[in-house]
């Protein structure tokens, strides 16, 4: 078994640990639907105006639009 000996400083792994998390998905959208990504902004903007904030992102590898939380910056 190989060991493996960590490269980052511990500001850089408590940065990554902060930023790594898994997002809940809302909903998900093909991106090869003839409305393109209007499908999924609709759906965001209804979660929005429900009390819900949402955003849309692309994934690229799977070719979808996902509908994910609003994460405040």
């Known amino acids: 078994m190989a ?3 960590e ?4 500001a850089d ?3 990554f640990d ?4 898994v997002r809940p ?5 093909s991106a090869g639907h003839p409305r ?10 209804r979660l929005t105006a429900a009390g819900t904030p949402a955003t849309v992102r ?3 590898h799977g070719d ?3 509908v994910v939380p609003e994460v405040a910056s």
Request: glycine share 2%.
């Open 7 to 10: 490269s980052r400083s511990a």
């Open 58 to 60: 692309m994934d690229r």
């Open 3 to 5: 060991t493996v000996i």
């Open 64 to 66: 979808r639009f996902l």
């Open 36 to 45: 393109g990504s209007w499908p999924a902004e609709e759906e965001a903007a």
């Open 13 to 15: 792994r408590a940065a």
């Open 18 to 21: 902060k930023a790594s998390y």
């Open 25 to 29: 998905i809302y909903a998900i959208f």
